[in-house]
């Protein structure tokens, strides 16, 4: 009996810490969002109830839960699941000055979602292992016999579908399919980018395939003296060279669509856009004028070949390809 | 309602093969407790099948699914013998054998199982190659769940009369040759009971084969959310581990054949007296290092050296990341402490029906319970979220709707604890309370409970374990803004900040230490 | 009142009948043995007489009330007011000594110190057994505990399985004189199932056997004894030699000599039950007697203390060994040859048309021991 009165009041007390006026499901950083959603509060006094998970299975919950979904805003690193949201009818249209305020190709040709921060794909390589004037100068190289076992890439990462998608656009399906059975062959499979870095930068891989801001943070990790790896990038129009648009989105069924509103108003303000900037997250701002973490070079100087999002879409046939070879 | 009517106060004594009828309301009680467990399961039936079967089929067919089958299948039948011999031999060096500070082993080798397998796997994710793929796949099951057979074996052991043994052995029989012959037939029902739980677990398990990149049925069915972005791929998907499931269940009875969980009671145990034998002793002891050294110093050195090894800035952002660390443990302890009572509260009437009426309805019953592990957790958890979003909206995103999830998650557990403990209580104590005045609820509130009490200890433990190592449940059905443990040890590795995720995951650990430690209070005790 | 009477009792497992048809009375404030082998149903007839097994047909009352009525009435087990001391006593191990015997009373009494040392007290144990745990106590002790839990709330009736078994022989004694002593005091009705033979003649004042479900004799002990309804029975409360023989008025002719009989039987072939302690040995012919007097050669002697039991090869008798017992010293070796004499007077059952077809079955043999 006593067991029962205890959890009573536990169940309350866990009850009582609710109440919240606007409910964000995150894909994104926890640690960014949650600093975003602290100052958001302290300047509108709407509270934020923040349920992080993958951004994948968040979009697959708020499909699940339809039109009876308690989210107002989702907020995920990866265009695909804004897209494949927007396609089942989910999202609500966003205002177009709202839209208007960053580059069109960083929005949703739809409008029913903003970018929020970029990023681009990339070469982690191991300088002990491969001299950067060796490293290869196409993703499409990776295939190359002289690359067996010296790869590390993540093909379950979400990062890692966009450039299949990316391929596929360029190069047509029998191409990226022997290159995919190449990397089944070749390359060692790690479970993330992250897992990546950390592989190259020990040495169990020459070269990784990642996107550029986890060999940041990992040196935010283990300090400059703990690398012992460097970055490089695909040349110009080469299909390595992605980049992904970490997005935000009001929901259709958003029971405060006004509050949800307000919260990507200031997400990509130059307010929100410069907390992205000078926090430990090492992505790309989307809005004009705001210049990203010191540490990065300008987005400018990068080699990008940009597939408009539109293009890459929800994603399904690129994943459905990794997925027959064999590697997700 | 009183539990026995009129016609139905047979005895608990299931001796003879004569089987009491069980009570309507036990029955009842327990009918529930299936229906709660079925309910996912139906969801995500529903879910696999509203296009039509041949739809289904053709989904099946096309994802490859049956090498993913033939890994999840590999992996569950190499990993479940072996845990089988490594908890019997465990078992066995602690029970029957002379060891130094026997109580200290024990818990070592009963911590990989508290431990949380997402902050195993993860740390094992980091050691190299040897640690990941199918060997490692194989190894975390072996490591981790290898304690579940080690605490039931050893239960049964500690309740097997010695005088067989040395019975056998007087008549020239080998030490080895008495276990095979004498021994293992008693220890196999508790043997083949925890290698279910140990081969079902290894089916849906998903966080640690993630972590080793391994792919199975439960780990594609992430890739399945992300390619068709529905989850009627991954209910199909299901249906395969729904099914492995039901065959595992199926081959546990068979090779049970008729003997029962329960017992026949008897009297005193004379108490063993161990040959300390020192010429074996540097081997047991050696394995026991090894054992207690992969199950528990390998993760935590690899947690203390994360923690200790950031640069000066991690280090920074992890002191930062333990001002949440009060809030989260306070959260994982009330949903670890609620879910276990909840959870040994509805265990309790499936292991009194099984031990005490056995009937072929009893062990239906109480087979659906473990149906609960038919289904990967990330399935149930969306399949959970699904039917209360639409059908009890005002239950969605509360934690009595977690906690809920977390129960049909983890009551097989509890079930097999009591089911342990309930066996070995005399069924006469009961009879004979029943003679003097006590109604059949008063027998169970006066005599079983208190009786049952190391069992019900260690259920409760085993759940409260298990919820603090549950990821995909919580963050999937937790209100939103609530952070756990487990949620703030995941939001922290995904970022790649090892040593901010540290804290939490020593935290988990030394919660789990102290789980350890009462689960072998309880459940190790010598009667 | 409190007599106990079971009437039509029928219980089955599955097609096995284990009570069938079972009449028993337990006459008030008397104390009655049921004694038989093990499988012939003394369990099921008490946890039915307790009410924890539903029977299929019959009656069982206590004084006027009825507690079982077939299917159609079963008053539980906890409103039956019937003490149950099962095998072994199966004290409660959470509990003390004092907790257990007042385990049965209403919640006030349960702390009842003066009550429950005076309960003690009858069953032979003091006060300072009060805190004892079960574990602290030995198996005699643990007996003792369990008969006074049982009689604590004052039952009418008391219910005993094999209370004394697994008890050495001194302890064994010295309890079954305390637990005899206490069901005497408290005049309470009791039933106490057995295997052993001695047992149940020493403690009931009636014995009751029950033999394949149902009650096949029930009498005070010497006449069960002496006048065993069969001879299945006879063989089952002791020792016993069966001759076959013929009878001629009154009296039994076996090739061991002529023996008055109890009872009446017609004239004709019949067997006859001669007890080993109706046989005396003898070194020579006895010249006063000689008409009794037959010859037999010793084939062994087992020696069990104050008697010796002897078995013997007698010329002209099927079957061929016979049991005698010898009081003292026995002066013979196994292979000398003594003379017979006979005793008392002989049970006798009308013999079948045909030979006993199984000869072991017609030789004297040790009564079954064991559960």
């Not at chain 2, 818990?107 to 980091?126: D, E, G, K, Q, R």
């Amino acid at each position: 009996m006593t067991a029962i009165a205890v959890m009573g009041i536990l169940l309350a007390a866990c009850n009582s810490s609710a109440g919240p006026v606007l409910t964000l499901y995150n894909g994104q950083h926890t640690e960014l969002t949650a600093a975003l959603a602290d100052r958001f509060t302290a300047e509108s006094h709407i509270a934020v109830a923040i349920r992080s998970n993958d951004g994948v299975v968040l979009a697959d919950q708020l499909l699940s839960e339809g039109s009876h979904s308690p989210a107002d805003v989702y907020f995920t690193e990866n265009s695909p699941e804004l897209m494949n949201l927007e396609d089942h009818h989910l999202l609500a249209k966003l205002p177009a000055r709202l839209l208007s305020s960053v580059p069109s190709e960083d929005v949703s040709p739809g409008g029913e979602w903003i970018g929020v921060a970029l990023r681009i794909s990339c070469m982690v390589y191991n300088p002990s292992l491969v001299t950067s004037h060796n490293l290869p100068r196409s993703l499409l190289d990776l295939a190359e016999s002289k690359w067996d076992g010296k790869i590390a890439i993540a093909p379950t990462d979400s990062d890692f579908v966009p450039l299949v998608g990316a391929m596929l656009h360029a190069d047509g399906p029998a191409a990226t399919r022997s290159w995919l059975a190449a990397m089944k062959s070749h390359a060692h499979l790690y479970q993330n980018d992250e897992s990546v870095t950390n592989a190259v930068n020990d040495g169990e891989a020459a070269i990784g395939i990642i996107n550029q801001y986890y060999w940041y943070r990992l040196r935010l990790e283990v300090g400059t003296q703990g690398m012992h790896s460097s970055l490089a990038y695909f040349p110009n129009h080469d299909v390595g060279s992605v980049i992904n648009i970490s997005g935000i989105a009001l929901l259709a069924h958003a029971p405060h669509p006004g509050a949800g509103l307000a919260f990507i108003r200031f997400v990509v303000s130059s307010e929100g856009q410069k907390m992205l900037a000078s926090g430990d997250d090492f992505e790309y701002p989307v809005l004009p004028g705001v210049a990203p973490n010191a540490a990065l070079p300008p987005l400018s100087t990068l080699p990008t070949d940009r597939i408009p999002v539109t293009e890459l879409g929800n994603d399904e046939a690129a994943a459905t390809l990794l997925q027959t070879s064999g590697l997700s | 309602m009183s539990l026995a009517s009129p016609a139905l106060t047979d005895s608990p004594t299931a001796r003879k093969g004569r089987i009491p009828t069980p009570p309507a309301a036990l029955i009842a009680v327990c009918a529930l407790v299936d229906l709660l467990v079925l309910i996912p399961i139906g969801i995500t039936l529903h879910e696999a099948l509203k296009d039509g079967v041949p739809h289904a089929a053709h989904l099946l067919a096309s994802t490859g699914s049956w090498n993913l089958i033939g890994n999840t299948v590999e992996v569950a039948l190499i990993a479940t013998p072996l845990c089988g011999i490594l908890g019997t031999v465990e078992a066995w060096l602690i029970e029957r054998t002379a060891i130094p500070l026997k109580a200290v082993w024990s818990v070592l080798l009963v911590a990989p199982l508290t431990m949380p397998l997402f902050v195993t796997s993860y740390t094992w994710a980091h050691l190299g190659p040897l640690f990941q793929g199918e060997p490692g796949a194989i190894g975390i099951i072996v490591v981790s769940y290898s304690p579940l057979v080690f605490l039931l074996v050893s239960a049964a052991l500690r309740g097997l009369d010695h005088a067989l043994e040395e019975v056998a052995q007087s008549m020239g029989s080998s030490p080895l040759k008495t276990f095979f012959s004498v021994v293992l037939p008693q220890l196999w029902p508790a043997l083949l009971g925890s290698m279910l739980l140990v081969g079902l677990d290894a089916l849906v398990e998903f966080d640690a084969f993630v972590a080793l990149s391994f792919q199975t049925v439960s780990t594609s069915i992430y890739a399945q959310y992300q390619t068709s972005f529905s989850s009627s791929g991954a209910a199909v998907l299901s249906i395969s581990s729904i099914l492995c499931c039901l065959i595992l269940l199926a081959g546990e009875r068979l090779l049970r054949g008729n003997r029962n969980y329960t017992r026949l009671a008897h009297g005193a145990l004379r108490p063993i007296q161990l040959s300390p034998s020192m010429r074996t002793l540097p081997i047991r002891l050696g394995l026991l290092i090894i054992f207690a050294g992969v199950g528990i110093a390998l993760p935590i050195a690899t947690l203390i050296y994360w923690f200790t090894s950031g640069s000066s800035l991690a280090l920074n952002l992890a002191s930062l990341s333990i001002q949440a660390l009060p809030a989260s443990t306070l959260t994982s302890l009330m949903l670890g402490v609620s879910t276990a009572a909840c959870t040994v509260l509805l265990a309790f009437p499936v292991a009194l029906l099984i031990t005490r009426h056995p009937t072929f309805l009893a062990n239906m019953m109480e087979r659906t319970v473990f149906l609960a592990f038919a289904l990967p957790d990330l399935v149930a958890a969306i399949a959970i979220s699904s039917g209360a979003s639409t059908v009890t909206p005002w239950l969605y995103e509360t934690v009595p709707l977690l906690i809920y999830a977390y129960v049909i998650l983890y009551i097989p557990l509890a079930v097999v604890a009591l089911r342990t403990s309930l066996g070995q209580i005399e069924p006469r104590l009961e009879d004979v309370a029943r003679t003097l005045g006590s109604t059949p609820l008063g027998v169970i509130r006066r005599i079983t409970i208190p009786l049952a009490r190391p069992g019900i200890g260690a259920a409760a433990v085993l759940v409260f374990a298990f919820v603090l190592g549950d990821l995909s449940t919580t963050q999937v059905l937790s209100p939103p803004g609530m952070t756990t443990l487990g949620t703030e040890f995941w939001s922290n590795s995904s970022t790649v900040a090892f040593a901010a995720a540290a804290p939490f995951a020593l935290a988990l650990a030394l919660l789990a230490g102290i789980a350890a430690i009462l689960l072998m209070r309880w459940f190790g005790k010598r009667r | 009142m409190s007599e106990l009477r079971c009437s039509g009792l029928t219980k089955a497992y599955g097609s096995r009948e284990v009570i069938s048809n079972l009449d028993l009375t337990v006459p008030d404030g008397s104390i009655v043995a049921i004694v038989g082998p093990s499988g012939s149903g003394k369990t099921t007839l008490l946890r039915s007489i307790l009410g924890l097994v539903a029977i299929d047909r019959g009656t069982i009352h206590l004084g006027d009330s009825e507690l079982t009525h077939g299917r159609t009435r079963l008053v539980p087990p906890h409103r039956r007011a019937i003490g149950y001391v099962p095998q072994e006593g199966a004290l409660f191990p959470h509990h003390t000594v004092l907790e257990n015997v007042g385990f049965g009373l209403p919640r006030k009494e349960r702390k009842d110190v003066t009550r429950i040392d005076h309960i003690l007290s009858i069953v032979g144990l003091n006060a300072n057994y009060r805190n004892r745990r079960p574990h602290e106590l030995s198996g005699g002790e643990q007996r003792r505990v369990a008969l006074a839990r049982a009689l604590a709330p004052s039952p009418s009736c008391v219910v005993l399985d094999e209370p004394f078994t697994g008890l050495d022989a001194s302890l064994r004694q010295t309890t079954r004189t305390a637990v005899a002593a206490a069901l005497r005091a408290t005049h309470a009705t009791a039933v106490f199932v057995t295997h052993d033979q001695q047992e149940a003649f020493s403690l009931g004042d009636y014995i009751g056997i029950l033999r394949n479900g149902t009650i096949s004799q029930f009498g005070q002990p010497e006449d069960v004894y002496r006048e065993p309804a069969d001879p299945e029975t006879a063989q089952f409360l002791g020792e016993t030699n069966i001759l076959t023989g013929t009878i001629t008025k009154n009296h039994a002719n076996t090739a061991l000599g002529k023996l008055p009989i109890l009872g009446h039987l017609a004239d004709g072939p019949a067997h006859i039950l001669i007890r080993p302690e109706q046989l005396h040995l003898h070194g020579s012919a006895r010249p006063d007697d000689a008409g009794m007097q037959v010859h037999g050669r010793i084939l062994s002697i087992t020696f069990f203390g104050a008697h010796s039991l002897i078995s013997l090869a007698v010329n002209g008798i099927y079957p061929k060994q016979i049991l005698a017992h010898h009081q003292g010293h026995v002066p013979w070796d196994a292979g000398e040859d003594v003379f017979i004499s006979l005793t008392g007077r002989a049970a006798c059952f009308p013999a079948p048309a045909r030979t006993p077809a199984d000869p072991e079955g017609a030789i004297g043999r040790t009564p079954q021991q064991g559960g």
